[in-house]
T-cell receptor
Framework: EAGVAQSPRYKIIEKRQSVAFWCNPI?????LYWYQQILGQGPKLLIQFQNNGVVDDSQLPKDRFSAERLKGVDSTLKIQPAKLEDSAVYLC?????????????FGSGTQLSVL | AQSVTQLGSHVSVSEGALVLLRCNYS??????LFWYVQYPNQGLQLLLK??????LVKGINGFEAEFKKSETSFHLTKPSAHMSDAAEYFC?????????????FGQGTILTVHP
């Protein structure tokens, strides 16, 4: 079974530039998550989708971050403009359902460096 | 709101020694608890989870954890460390109910195994 696919693997940009990350979840998984993992910290949920609808985006900095999952399958997370503090690993995860005891499957992440 | 605290950002053990990684949680409702492992350049993988029922949970690779409600703890143990156990470990909590799949992660504990 193919895992959660993310690209690019690494990205280096200068502050105030824009960047986009792509995620393709495991086939059949309705729920998709974007997490931000800053060095030395645990992952923090940015946004959660159920199919193509947003379930929770309370921790997404909406002035600069946006995400979409238009067809309910793959998803894109965008940062515009980027700040130095956005340097982190952006993890995408998916699960079959929204149930709280559901196992999350994580991608390998996109490591973003903002200079 | 729930929170997770992992005691010790770095733990070092000798091969064959007991592994003990500590996790305490704070939650206003009975939580679901998880341990995830992250190997270098890989995504997080589920080690084990506690939802309901038996408080001693066995996971993959010989790890187990015990849910102690009175101590609000969910410590991870393995009787005998192996070199391949070297990784970063994250404890996570989910409050269930309408929190759906939203996980709150601890800051992580890096496990080093010495020969």
């Amino acid at each position: 079974e193919a895992g959660v696919a993310q690209s690019p693997r690494y990205k280096i940009i200068e502050k105030r530039q824009s960047v986009a990350f792509w995620c393709n979840p495991i086939s059949g998984h309705a729920t998709l998550y974007w997490y931000q993992q800053i060095l030395g910290q645990g992952p923090k949920l940015l946004i959660q989708f159920q199919n193509n609808g947003v379930v929770d985006d309370s921790q997404l900095p909406k002035d600069r971050f946006s995400a979409e999952r238009l067809k309910g399958v793959d998803s894109t997370l965008k940062i515009q403009p980027a700040k130095l503090e956005d340097s982190a690993v952006y993890l995408c995860a998916s699960s079959f359902t929204l149930q709280g005891n559901e196992k999350l499957f994580f991608g390998s992440g996109t490591q973003l460096s903002v200079l | 709101a729930q929170s997770v605290t992992q005691l010790g950002s770095h733990v070092s053990v000798s091969e064959g020694a007991l592994v003990l990684l500590r996790c305490n949680y704070s939650s206003s409702v009975p939580p679901y608890l998880f341990w995830y492992v992250q190997y270098p350049n890989q995504g997080l993988q589920l080690l084990l989870k506690y939802t309901t029922g038996a408080t001693l949970v066995k996971g993959i690779n010989g790890f187990e954890a015990e849910f102690k409600k009175s101590e609000t703890s969910f410590h991870l143990t393995k009787p005998s460390a192996h070199m391949s156990d070297a990784a970063e470990y994250f404890c996570a909590c989910h409050a269930g109910g309408t929190s759906y799949g939203k996980l709150t992660f601890g800051q992580g504990t890096i496990l080093t195994v010495h020969p």
